[in-house]
C-alpha cells in the first residue's frame, strides 16, 4: 500500500479527572518536519513525543495539537508552614517583653500572617500524564496514518490510470514511427522523379538519404525506456511503502525521453502524441509530490 503525505487524526485519552486531546494533520513535504504545541505542563515530553510520531510517519509537514486538562475538584490544597509561624509567633513574644505589654496574640492572628497558610495546585503525577499523553499521541498517529493510506489509495488508483493512458500514447509512437521514413522515401522518389525527365534514379544514393534520416528520427531507445519507466512505476506503486522520492526520479526521466521523441519527430501526429504524454507526465508527478 501507498501512502498520501496529506492526512487528519484526532484523538482523546481520559483518566479519571485528566483528558488529553491530540489532533494531527499533515501535508506534503520533502522530508519529515514535525510543528508541535503543546501546554508548558507537557514541555517536558517534547522529545519523547517527536521519536513517537516517527515511528508512525516518515514523510510530511505535520502539525500536531495537543491539549491538556485536569476537571476534577480539590486540585488544590492547603500548605501549613510550621516553622514560619514559629518564627512569627516568637517575635511576637520577643515585642511584648521589650515594650513591656501583654502579648494578646492568638492562634488566628498566626494564620493571618504572611505565608503561614497558603493554597498551592496540587502537583499532577507526571508519570500518569507521560502514560496518557503517549497513549493518546499513538492513537491520533494511527487515525492520521489510516487517512493517508486511504487517500494513498485513490491516488494509486489515478495514478496507474493516467499511465495506462501514456501506455497507448506510447505504442501509437511505436507504430507510426517506421512509417514516418517510408513516408519521407517515396517523397523522395517523387521529388527525384519531378524533377530527372529520364526518370533515371541512383536507388543507392535514394537508400543512403533515407538511412540518414531514419537515423536522425529514430525513437526507438526513447521508447524502450518510456516503457520501462511505465512499467517501473507501476510495480512500485503495486509493491507499495515509502516510495515518492523514487516516483518522482522515475517521472523526470519519463519527461527527458518524451521531450527527445519531440523534438527528434517531423510528423505531425506524433508531435501531438508526445505532447499529450508530456502533459500526462506532468500530472502523474503533480500527483506524486503527495505520495511519501
Not at 64 to 75: D, H, K, P, Q, R
Not at 135 to 163: H, N, P, W
Amino acid at each position: 500500500m501507498i501512502k498520501s503525505m496529506t492526512g487528519f487524526g484526532r484523538f482523546e485519552t481520559t483518566s479519571g479527572d485528566r483528558k488529553v486531546t491530540v489532533e494531527m494533520k499533515s501535508v506534503n513535504h520533502r522530508y519529515l518536519e514535525l510543528g508541535i504545541k503543546l501546554p508548558k505542563k507537557l514541555n517536558f515530553l517534547e522529545n519523547k513525543i517527536r521519536n513517537e510520531i516517527k515511528k508512525y510517519i516518515e514523510r510530511g509537514k505535520v502539525d500536531v495539537f495537543i491539549t491538556y486538562e485536569n476537571l476534577g475538584e480539590g486540585s488544590e490544597c492547603i500548605r501549613y508552614n510550621s516553622a514560619l509561624a514559629k518564627e512569627y509567633f516568637d517575635v511576637y513574644q520577643k515585642i511584648s517583653e521589650e515594650l513591656g505589654v501583654e502579648n494578646d496574640i492568638k492562634a488566628s492572628h498566626i494564620m493571618k500572617s504572611q505565608d503561614v497558610i497558603t493554597i498551592e495546585a496540587e502537583a499532577d503525577d507526571e508519570t500518569v500524564i507521560e502514560e496518557m499523553a503517549l497513549e493518546t499521541i499513538c492513537g491520533a498517529a494511527e487515525k492520521l496514518v489510516a487517512s493517508r493510506i486511504e487517500e494513498g489509495e485513490r491516488l494509486k488508483t489515478d495514478l496507474i490510470s493516467k499511465l495506462e493512458e501514456m501506455l497507448q500514447n506510447v505504442k501509437f509512437v511505436e507504430q507510426k514511427s517506421p512509417e514516418i521514413v517510408e513516408e519521407y522515401r517515396e517523397k523522395i522518389l517523387e521529388k527525384i522523379h519531378t524533377l530527372l525527365e529520364d526518370n533515371q534514379i541512383d536507388e543507392n544514393r535514394i537508400a543512403q538519404e533515407v538511412v540518414m534520416f531514419a537515423d536522425k528520427v529514430c525513437v526507438d531507445e526513447e521508447i524502450v525506456r518510456l516503457y520501462s519507466h511505465i512499467s517501473g512505476m507501476k510495480d512500485a506503486l503495486e509493491k507499495g511503502g515509502v516510495i515518492g522520492r523514487r516516483l518522482d526520479f522515475i517521472a523526470q526521466e519519463m519527461n527527458r525521453e518524451a521531450n527527445t521523441t519531440l523534438s527528434k519527430t517531423t510528423n505531425d501526429e506524433i508531435a501531438e502524441v508526445a505532447i499529450e504524454i508530456k502533459t500526462a507526465i506532468e500530472k502523474v508527478r503533480e500527483q506524486i509530490q503527495n505520495i511519501e
